[in-house]
């Protein structure tokens, strides 16, 4: 069973994180909509006062880029995180770069959502493809042999 594979328990578990923080994420470009009165379609600006709130606002645009960033980011580490968990890598080499990872989409997340001054929410991305360029490489090195 997959589960008692410590690499993909590993990797399940930060997966599932990077979930949980993209819903929370979803969340709170919600709420920040609720609190501006931005509603990206009329009959939700209908329902919250009018059409007049049918608008962009920056703040909510902040949060759907931070959102659209993790998009780009976290699906395609969640197909490398779980090819790379079955080419039998070592479990603290692979948990490595699960972790660097997570910490640094939060980092970019948290950077992203508070504006906090450049360079760290680039500093953060860049991190954070260090270990998917990585993983992608072995992929590549282990599935060479057989193709």
């Given amino acids: 069973m997959m589960i008692r594979n410590e690499v993909f328990s590993c990797f399940v578990f930060y997966g599932v994180l990077l979930v949980v923080k993209m819903y929370i994420i979803a969340i709170i470009t919600g709420q920040v909509r609720l609190r501006k009165k931005a509603f990206a379609n009329p009959e939700d600006s209908l329902r919250h006062g009018g059409l007049e709130f049918n608008r962009e606002d920056p703040d909510v645009e902040r949060c759907r880029r931070a ?10 580490f969640l197909f490398l995180g779980a090819v790379y968990s079955l080419t039998g890598p070592s479990p603290a080499v692979a948990r490595l770069h699960f972790v660097v990872f997570f910490i640094a989409r ?12 450049a360079p760290t929410r680039s500093l953060a991305y860049t991190v954070g493809q260090v270990p998917c360029v990585s993983m992608a490489l072995q992929v590549l090195f282990t599935v060479s042999t057989y193709a």
């Fill in 67 to 76: 959102h659209r960033n993790d998009l780009e980011n976290i699906l395609p």
């Fill in 106 to 117: 939060v980092v970019h997340t948290v950077a992203y959502l508070l504006a906090l001054r």
